[in-house]
């Protein structure tokens, strides 16, 4: 394996085709650690450097030991720094199909329950934190693996497991709610995590007041700052007619047509139900 192909690529090769037995086998009988002055040990199967540190009468000795899941993880460890770099790098406009790329190889990562597989994830994982804090204004859905507490968002969405907007986005579209074209995944995940009200998010729904009021009720668990109030001060929230929504169109909305949506509300109870037995401990 060609351990100088370019970040993104190498991880696709790991994850995807040959490139972990390649890269094992590049482990033995290498020429580089070899002129390093380590000693391959056939019987460990591993190599081992000895240095002296101090001669005479009590001499003192290093010892160094590679094995092959050290040789694995060091490489793996250095291609997520060239990976960090090259998103570093990167022009806001690659950033998406970049930040999407990625998201393909964590989701892939996750697929086996391997050492070899597990590491890259975990490694993954670690990068997706970085980039995170290297771009905390970029909305992707690749941030949804990070398991979420956002305590400082206007929200305050709660300490939630990685999937949890992903799957949120999913009940509004098979709900009819939203429309997952007009609404993309990205807009709807802003709304609920923005740290202060932004105008620029827009979230319209196209059900009636009551199904929509009824829904955002029953999604207050999910977060410790979400209510009525808040959803109006937001000002991110319209009604199918595209206007504003406010608390008093909520509260209005919710002490009428109770017994005219009950079959909507039990498909709206019977999905969220499952979400909270996900998500809430």
Same mark, same amino acid.
């Given at each position: 394996?060609?351990?100088?192909?370019?970040?993104?690529?190498?991880?696709?090769?790991?994850?995807?085709?040959?490139?972990?037995?390649?890269?094992?086998?590049?482990?033995?009988?290498?020429?580089?650690?070899?002129?390093?002055?380590?000693?391959?040990?056939?019987?460990?199967?591993?190599?081992?450097?000895?240095?002296?540190?101090?001669?005479?009468?009590?001499?003192?000795?290093?010892?160094?030991?590679?094995?092959?899941?050290?040789?694995?993880?060091?490489?793996?460890?250095?291609?997520?720094?060239?990976?960090?770099?090259?998103?570093?790098?990167?022009?806001?406009?690659?950033?998406?199909?970049?930040?999407?790329?990625?998201?393909?190889?964590?989701?892939?990562?996750?697929?086996?329950?391997?050492?070899?597989? /597990?590491?890259?994830? $975990?490694? +993954? &994982?670690?990068?997706?934190?970085? !980039?995170? =804090? #290297?771009?905390?204004?970029?909305?992707?859905?690749?941030?949804?693996?990070?398991?979420?507490?956002?305590?400082?968002?206007?929200?305050?969405?709660?300490?939630?497991? /990685?999937?949890?907007? $992903?799957? +949120? &986005?999913?009940?509004?579209?098979? !709900?009819? =709610? #939203?429309?997952?074209?007009?609404?993309?995944?990205?807009?709807?995940?802003?709304?609920?995590?923005?740290?202060?009200?932004?105008?620029?998010?827009?979230?319209?729904? /196209?059900?009636?007041?009551?199904?929509?009021?009824?829904?955002?009720?029953?999604?207050?668990?999910?977060?410790?700052?979400?209510?009525?109030?808040?959803?109006?001060?937001?000002?991110?929230?319209?009604?199918?007619?595209?206007?504003?929504?406010?608390?008093?169109?909520?509260?209005?909305?919710?002490?009428?047509?109770?017994?005219?949506?009950?079959?909507?509300?039990?498909?709206?109870?019977?999905?969220?139900?499952?979400?909270?037995?996900?998500?809430?401990?």
């Amino acid at each position: 394996m060609d351990k100088d192909i370019s970040p993104l690529n190498f991880f696709n090769d790991l994850l995807f085709f040959d490139g972990i037995n390649h890269l094992i086998s590049s482990f033995y009988n290498n020429n580089n650690l070899l002129e390093e002055g380590y000693i391959f040990i056939t019987e460990h199967s591993c190599y081992l450097k000895t240095e002296m540190l101090e001669d005479g009468p009590n001499a003192q000795f290093s010892y160094d030991e590679i094995t092959k899941e050290k040789f694995f993880i060091t490489i793996v460890l250095d291609k997520k720094k060239d990976l960090l770099d090259y998103f570093s790098r990167e022009e806001a406009i690659n950033l998406a199909l970049g930040f999407s790329q990625l998201k393909v190889l964590y989701q892939k990562s996750k697929t086996k329950d391997t050492f070899y597989f /597990n590491k890259i994830s $975990e490694q +993954l &994982y670690s990068l997706i934190e970085d !980039l995170r =804090l #290297i771009y905390p204004e970029q909305k992707h859905s690749l941030f949804n693996v990070l398991t979420k507490y956002g305590g400082s968002s206007y929200f305050q969405y709660k300490d939630l497991k /990685n999937t949890f907007f $992903e799957d +949120l &986005y999913e009940v509004g579209y098979e !709900l009819g =709610l #939203i429309d997952d074209v007009e609404i993309p995944e990205e807009m709807f995940y802003s709304v609920f995590t923005c740290l202060k009200p932004d105008e620029a998010l827009k979230l319209t729904f /196209n059900k009636s007041n009551p199904i929509v009021a009824y829904f955002l009720k029953q999604i207050e668990p999910f977060f410790d700052n979400l209510n009525a109030v808040t959803i109006e001060k937001s000002c991110s929230f319209y009604n199918k007619q595209g206007k504003l929504l406010k608390s008093t169109d909520l509260y209005a909305a919710l002490s009428r047509g109770s017994d005219r949506n009950k079959e909507y509300f039990d498909r709206i109870d019977r999905k969220l139900n499952l979400l909270k037995l996900k998500y809430l401990k």
